[in-house]
């Protein structure tokens, strides 16, 4: 994705990105951690001390006096103290954390606490004020202003993923410069039960080859979607699998109590809680598979798109539906990855797989999607629109009116422009041409595109700049955005990557791919590096961007494709380009790595590279 600063956005854009990003009401699993002892027992403990401030302030830490309490202004929800975070109605930041011990062995872990939020906000749709909840590194969720309650609501997360594991258990509340919030805390606890905790994965990624039959009819504006999914897929870990997850990313976009993707009646599978923000759905097989056996799920599905004209939302007549099909979440050495969904950048991580999708809608609809895509007539006055892909990541598509040009690039790939109203005749051809060269301009340099067509859809009213998806991308009129999108195609697409905790490995490739494809050396870029921070790389996760959010297309994208530029002076331009086709061919549909690439650059030279990382702070 190519992103426009926070700053630059209209003010409908920052109230709609703060109000999802803020005010979902929230179960989340934690983040993967490393794999526990198999063997280890059980032994059911309330992990929190003093879970309800009754016994002083131990073994708690707090970031005044203060915030451990019984003073009047607030009530506890048991007993007569609390804890008190913020409430000053000036710039200010209160903490308070505990470390906590969960035994080894246990299959269920849960913490809870009680939540009371009041304030003197007067806005329903900008989080000024935010208390945000953590387990270790991992944020489990983000309140603010937007959520306040006349009482206390008691929030609820799975953290079983940290058994055998000592972390600390956090809360920090910040608000800005005027009108008070109080997030007020009361009766924290953390249970353990339950037998062993199963086996650790492998480092083999699984659920492997994943294929997905997917038929959906929409309403005449192709804002709501409904129908039927289907995956069938492999355990290809020695390890068996006996659950799997549903990435229901577009959840996002709404809240728990109203989704905009809804699954029901799950079959091959028993379908348990949300989790992650109710972006994941854990599915119990009936039988764990061993490795190299197979098994099929299938769900009712339903989709309504939000207003918006966002990566997944429609502008006026123009719908967009990116990552709303449900995927398969990755298990690998680190467990299940059930990252939170981002809005600053992109949390995919997904295998390659077959798709087959079938879109009934009305023929006054243009629907282009990932893929090659055909149409037949359907019903009176509609079209079935089919399209299938092979060995792609995930499957977008969008609906509307669209006016439609399209050209073939010399390389023979079809090329296809989608513009909404608005979009002149002569920026529509300029997107073509665009899209034309740059399509031939990075297969020449990493291999043959794969995907038969490739269609652009063509909004100036994106807030997020472009996004990609396998063969469709969104843009803006823009040669720049273009080029960059469709080098994702290569570089998220046909080398896949952990996007939340790698975000590197495809934007800063990708940045650095559009330089290339536009006659752009990046000659002395690396001069004008300004570090904000010792914790500041290259190579830091979407949990640290999302904290640090004005720095994230700096670092990631700019610094990130200087670094490469640099690498290709220390390697020279012959030896460079060939370590980017050799690489690209190596991970072709399979999954990028850090520590592969750094692997694969020292390999194509003589020089010791490791100053070289440390230097541009490329870690791992």
């Not at 103290?81 to 308070?96: I, K, P, Q, R, Y």
């Not at 590194?137 to 202003?145: C, D």
């Not at 061993?290 to 502008?315: E, K, W, Y």
């Not at 060995?391 to 439609?404: E, H, I, L």
């Amino acid at each position: 994705m190519r992103s426009t600063p926070h700053k630059t956005l209209g003010a409908g854009a920052l109230t709609v990105a703060a109000l999802v990003a803020l005010s979902l009401p929230v179960t989340p699993a934690a983040a993967a951690q490393p794999a526990k002892d198999p063997a280890a027992a059980c032994t059911p403990a309330q992990a929190v001390t003093n879970g309800g401030f009754e016994s002083g302030t131990s073994p708690w830490t707090q970031s005044s006096s203060s915030v451990i309490t019984s003073r009047s202004g607030e009530t506890a929800h048991g007993g007569s103290s609390f804890a008190w975070l913020d409430g000053v109605g000036s710039t200010h930041t209160d903490t308070l954390a505990q470390s906590v011990t969960i035994p080894s062995g246990c299959s269920t872990a849960t913490l809870t606490f009680w939540l009371h939020i009041d304030t003197a906000e007067t806005t329903s749709s900008i989080a000024y004020d935010k208390l945000t909840a953590k387990i270790g590194n991992t944020t489990l969720a983000t309140y603010s202003n937007i959520d306040k309650s006349s009482g206390y609501v008691q929030k609820s997360f799975d953290v079983s993923s940290f058994a055998g594991q000592t972390v600390n258990l956090s809360f920090t509340g910040t608000e800005d410069s005027s009108l008070r919030t109080s997030f007020v805390l009361d009766d924290v606890a953390l249970e353990t039960s339950g037998g062993t905790t199963p086996p650790p994965a492998d480092s083999t990624r699984t659920p492997a080859a994943p294929s997905y039959s997917v038929s959906l009819s929409s309403d005449t504006s192709g804002t709501v979607w409904n129908g039927h999914e289907s995956v069938s897929f492999t355990n290809a870990s020695a390890t068996a699998l006996g659950e799997v997850y549903l990435r229901l990313w577009d959840n996002y976009h709404g809240t728990c109590s109203a989704m905009p993707i809804t699954v029901t009646g799950v079959t091959g599978g028993s379908a348990g809680a949300l989790s992650a923000d109710c972006t994941a759905l854990k599915i119990t097989l009936p039988t764990p598979l061993n490795q190299g056996q197979s098994a099929t799920i299938g769900f009712g599905l339903g989709i309504t798109v939000p207003s918006g004209a966002d990566r997944f939302g429609h502008d006026g007549a123009f719908s967009f539906i990116g990552n709303a099909l449900p995927v398969l979440a990755v298990r690998d050495g680190a467990g299940w990855h059930l990252d939170p969904y981002t809005n600053n950048g992109e949390s995919f991580y997904s295998l390659a797989a077959d798709f087959k999708v079938t879109l009934d809608h009305p023929s006054t609809l243009l629907v282009p999607a990932t893929g090659t895509s055909t149409d037949t007539p359907g019903s009176s006055g509609r079209t079935v629109t089919t399209a299938t892909a092979a060995k792609v990541r995930d499957f977008a598509w969008a609906a509307g009116p669209f006016s439609k040009i399209s050209a073939t690039s010399s390389a023979g790939v079809p090329v296809n422009i989608y513009s909404v109203s608005g979009i002149s005749s002569s920026s529509a051809q300029s997107m073509l041409s665009t899209a034309r060269t740059a399509v031939d301009a990075h297969a020449a340099r990493f291999g043959a595109y794969p995907y038969g067509e490739l269609d652009a859809v063509i909004d100036n009213n994106y807030w997020f700049g472009g996004m990609e998806y396998p063969g469709f991308v969104l843009d803006l009129v823009s040669t720049t955005a273009l080029t960059h999108e469709i080098g994702h195609q290569w570089w998220y697409g046909i080398v896949g990557d952990d996007e939340y905790n790698s975000p590197w490995l495809d934007e800063a490739f990708t940045d650095y791919a559009t330089d290339l494809a536009l006659g752009k050396t990046g000659s002395n870029c690396w001069s004008s590096v300004s570090w904000a921070s010792s914790a500041e790389k290259i190579t830091n996760s979407m949990a640290y961007w999302d904290a640090h959010s004005s720095r994230y297309s700096t670092v990631v994208y700019g610094y990130g494709k200087c670094a490469l530029h640099d690498l290709r002076r220390v390697l020279g331009d012959t030896a460079m380009a060939q370590l980017m086709k050799d690489y690209a061919t190596a991970h072709w549909y399979g999954v990028s790595t850090t520590a592969e690439f750094k692997a694969a650059a020292q390999a194509a030279t003589s020089t010791d590279l490791t100053s070289f990382w440390t230097q541009h702070r490329i870690d791992g």
